[in-house]
């Protein structure tokens, strides 16, 4: 019996349904059942996880982390593929099917609604590479009920995500996630395991949220400011950058002087907690 995660099932559910993959939602589906229980395995899903999955697509993640799994919530935007998930999946009792954009959604009344009382609830997804970073960075900002973040992605994305200061990739997308979570590339995954093919490798990475942050910034809105604003111009120094966007270049030289950074530095080579104690400082400051 071919699995919904081989290439000749894949193929078959694709043409039985007349299912047109839809390119504007960034639609690549896995045809490696390898790399399927991989990304369960690393996933680490026992039967006490409450599983929240984006873009289920044909439902091969999804079957999977059905069996292993105590709920499954998923989302997906394409109302085509809902019949299909039904069809293919609805026999499970732990699983539930919600036709929306994630982006949409305000996901604690979803959590409240399905996972009332569950403690282990943690994310799985093949996520659109077009909304990766608004997916992670809209969750991370709404929710502190997810635990864990398993997610595959474009590599390059999650280069960025992992990196570390002094590194090419590292840049404001790896200071926010950075802030509330730790971060680790777990799988690379290739292009050639789906259909269609993207042009891209990609790669699973995964995420555990703190539940009290090493550092923590005293307005953590004025803090993800600073930190747009400090990469802004990557090849500046972190004055420049910094005084060309609404701060006072002399309240960030005494800042930086205060704190003992070299006036030259530039936003790469500083780290997380650098961050938090410069926001604080010149967050003091503006509001005197």
């Known amino acids: 019996m071919n699995k919904i995660g081989s290439v000749d099932n894949t193929l078959k559910i694709i043409q039985d349904n007349n299912f047109n993959i839809k390119k504007k939602f960034g639609q690549n589906f896995i045809i490696d059942q390898n790399v399927l229980t991989s990304i369960v395995n690393v996933a680490k899903i026992t039967p006490n996880t409450c ?169 953590e809105k004025f803090f993800f400011k600073i930190i747009r604003d400090a990469f802004c111009q990557r090849r500046k120094t972190l004055v420049n950058n910094l005084k060309q966007t609404n701060y006072s270049k002399e309240d960030v030289v005494e800042v930086l002087n205060e704190l003992g950074i070299p006036l030259e530095i530039r936003s790469e080579a500083l780290a997380v907690e650098d961050f938090v104690h410069i926001s604080d400082m010149l967050s003091a400051k503006s509001i005197k």
């Open 51 to 219: 599983v929240i999955e984006i873009g289920p697509g044909l439902g091969s993640l999804t079957e999977l982390m059905l069996k292993s799994a105590k709920k499954v919530l998923a989302f997906e935007i394409d109302k085509d593929l809902i019949p299909i998930l039904n069809n293919n999946l609805g026999s499970y009792d732990n699983f539930t099917l919600i036709n929306e954009d994630i982006l949409d959604v305000k996901i604690d009344e979803y959590l409240d609604k399905y996972f009332n009382g569950e403690e282990e609830i943690a994310l799985v997804a093949n996520l659109p590479y077009y909304i990766t970073t608004p997916i992670i960075l809209k969750l991370l900002s709404e929710t502190k009920r997810i635990k864990t973040y398993t997610m595959m992605m474009q590599s390059e994305v999650a280069d960025r995500i992992c990196a570390l200061k002094n590194i090419k990739d590292y840049n404001a997308l790896s200071i926010c996630i950075q802030y509330r979570a730790s971060a680790k590339r777990v799988l690379d995954i290739s292009r050639n395991i789906f259909v269609p093919k993207p042009n891209v490798d990609s790669a699973v990475i995964r995420l555990e949220l703190f539940d009290t942050p090493p550092y923590k910034a005293k307005d």
